[in-house]
Structure formats: C-alpha cells, structure tokens
C-alpha cells in the first residue's frame, strides 16, 4: 500500500527521529534488575519493544507478576535518563529538518510519556513547535498496536489515512498504522530492530525518504 497523495505525516518518535530504545533498554533493564530483582531477557525486550509505557507494564504485570505502581518506577527511570543524557547528545535522524519544512500537517504519536518526549526533544536541539501535535503515553487509553493514537492525530490533522503516511519501526507501531488504514513506512538509520519486511516502504535515512514525499505532496 502506497499512498498516491500525502496530505499529512506521522512519526513515531523513538529510534525513529532520535537514537533511543537501546538507551531505553539498557536503563529500564538495569533498574528493574537493581530495585526489584526482574531480568528481562533479550527475548522479552524485543516483545516489549515499541509498547507504551503503560503497555510495558501491564505486560510485566500479566507475565512477570510485577505490580508496582507505574509512577513509582516512572520517577526513578525518569530521573535515571536525565542523568544518563547529561553531557550526552541523542542522535538525529538525518534529513529530519527536510521533512519537517514540508508543506503539510504533521505530527508525533509515541508510546513515550510526555515528560521524556520533552527530556529528549531538549537534549537533541528539537523544538516541540517544529510539528502541529505530538501525542504522548497519557493522551491515549490504548498503546500502539491499538491503532487509537494514529486516528486521534489524523483526526487532529484532518487527514483521511489514504492520505496520510506513517514513520514508524517496531512491529506494535506498524500494526497500529496498519490498523488506521495508513501505509507505513521504514527508515533504517537509527533502528535497533530490523523491522523493514514488515513495513509498506522501506527507507534508509530520511534524506532518501525526502524527494519521494515531497513528490507525492
């Protein structure tokens, strides 16, 4: 599925504007094993990747027995990145600020909580006014693979999901965008999941996304 005319852009946000869920992965991994004595396995890591956060946990919770309040666990891991990022910079997708100066609505729909969507956007030099939403963690009741995040902001953008093109990189989220109805599409560069196979295109960097958008706008 390939949309002829793009009228709108969603992009998920982490590993696919910012260089993150290894960050994620070691940090969550370490904190779960240090405070409350649960080793994740890569094999679990790799289920968990591309939930929201409130997914992860009601995953842990169902598979792992792991009941304690997400807020509880959120400041430490919270405050664990920000000290982790300091004297740090993220990695940004190349060829990001080109997509961004194209003519059309676009938007932000993570599984991340708002709070870390701003730690990151800081971090990286990214300003929240440079897309017309960004949809975190909280203002949705359902995480990718529920497709609800993705239809919020096509409505927000008034978009209809023939029309619109999805970024995204974990199997949850492009089940989501397939769920919308919207074609989705893979760029490598700062993946750490291989996901390409089950996108509708598939990209390296944004850069050579770039000119094959631009020509459908």
């Not at 304690?68 to 959120?74: A, M, S």
């Not at 080109?98 to 709070?115: D, F, H, K, N, Y």
Request: glycine content about 6%; overall charge negative.
């Amino acid at each position: 599925m390939e949309p002829e005319r793009i009228c709108a852009i969603i992009y998920d946000f982490d590993d696919t504007i910012v260089e993150s869920e290894r960050i994620n992965d070691a940090l969550f991994s370490d904190l779960l094993r240090r405070d409350y004595s649960i080793e994740l396995s890569q094999a679990e890591l790799d289920i968990l990747y591309g939930f929201s956060w409130s997914g992860v946990f009601e995953w842990l919770s169902v598979n792992r027995g792991f009941h304690t309040p997400l807020k509880e666990v959120w400041r430490t891991f919270v405050q664990k990145k920000i000290e982790f990022l300091k004297g740090r910079r993220l990695r940004v997708a190349r060829g990001f600020d080109s997509m961004l100066s194209l003519p059309v609505p676009q938007a932000i729909v993570s599984g991340a909580t708002r709070v870390e969507i701003d730690v990151m956007m800081e971090n990286a030099g990214l300003s929240a006014d440079s897309v017309n939403l960004i949809l975190a963690d909280e203002d949705c009741s359902h995480g990718k693979p529920d497709p609800e995040g993705f239809l919020k902001a096509l409505n927000w953008l008034k978009a209809q999901p023939t029309e619109a093109l999805v970024f995204e990189d974990s199997p949850a989220g492009i089940e989501a965008a397939r769920r919308a109805g919207v074609a989705v599409a893979f760029v490598s560069e700062l993946a750490s999941r291989n996901n390409a196979r089950l996108a509708d295109l598939r990209f390296s960097s944004f850069e050579e996304a770039y000119p094959w958008v631009k020509s459908r706008i």
